[in-house]
T-cell receptor, first 110, second 118 residues
Framework: GIQVEQSPPDLILQEGANSTLRCNFS?????LQWFHQNPWGQLINLFY???GTKQNGRLSATTVATERYSLLYISSSQTTDSGVYFC????????????FGAGTQVVVTP | GAVVSQHPSRVICKSGTSVKIECRSL??????MFWYRQFPKQSLMLMAT?????????EQGVEKDKFLINHASLTLSTLTVTSAHPEDSSFYIC??????????????FGPGTRLTVT
């Protein structure tokens, strides 16, 4: 099956800093989603981005499908950005099933 | 964005009993629902896929007789953990998605159910 690798595994940021999270995948994908899992366990949809670039407030994402990677940018980080960020992909042969990466644990300190 | 609810949010049960978890799509019709489990400090693992009115499809290694899934309507799926044991203690999360002409759309997740088996 498709492999999804996220880096870095852990990230500690000072409030106000910018950061980039990366997601590499091993095969072609139909879909890619970025999620933020808050401390209570809820997964919040950030981006649905099989290709191209999208922005939502302080967050933006870029997926380069031909090179099999996606990037999530966090600018001017806030303590509420803390949590785990997951990348998940739908491969061409999995019909809708999301394969999750291991996640990046982000801690934003005041 | 679309909203998915789960009930209960937290449940404690005795070993050997069964527990039912409900997953509802509140403002969209979920032609497909997925059930995941997540152990502490780990990622989400897909357990099964259910389509409305059809039998669920289970991932390799997931016991279908232990984890009963019913998707009776476009807004409700249930997961029943039968004869629960302490090793079934975990965080169970559902998601729903609609079918489009291009395939399955974006998945939206419920808030999860924390199951503890004593």
């Amino acid at each position: 099956g498709i492999q999804v690798e996220q880096s870095p595994p852990d990230l500690i940021l000072q409030e106000g800093a910018n950061s980039t999270l990366r997601c590499n995948f091993s095969d072609s994908v139909n879909n890619l989603q970025w999620f933020h899992q808050n401390p209570w366990g809820q997964l919040i949809n950030l981006f649905y981005i099989p290709s191209g670039t999208k922005q939502n407030g302080r967050l933006s994402a870029t997926t380069v499908a031909t090179e099999r990677y996606s990037l999530l940018y966090i600018s001017s980080s806030q303590t509420t950005d803390s949590g785990v960020y997951f990348c998940a992909v739908v491969s061409s042969d999995s019909w809708g099933k999301l394969q999750f990466g291991a996640g990046t644990q982000v801690v934003v300190t005041p | 964005g679309a909203v998915v609810s789960q009930h209960p949010s937290r449940v404690i049960c005795k070993s050997g009993t069964s527990v039912k978890i409900e997953c509802r799509s509140l403002d969209f019709q979920a032609t497909t629902m997925f059930w995941y489990r997540q152990f502490p400090k780990q990622s989400l693992m897909l357990m099964a896929t259910s389509n409305e009115g059809s039998k669920a499809t289970y991932e390799q290694g997931v016991e279908k007789d232990k984890f009963l899934i019913n998707h009776a309507s476009l807004t409700l799926s249930t997961l029943t953990v039968t004869s629960a044991h302490p090793e079934d203690s975990s965080f169970y999360i559902c998601s729903g998605a609609t079918t489009t002409s291009g395939g399955l759309d974006e998945q939206y997740f419920g808030p999860g159910t924390r199951l503890t088996v004593t």
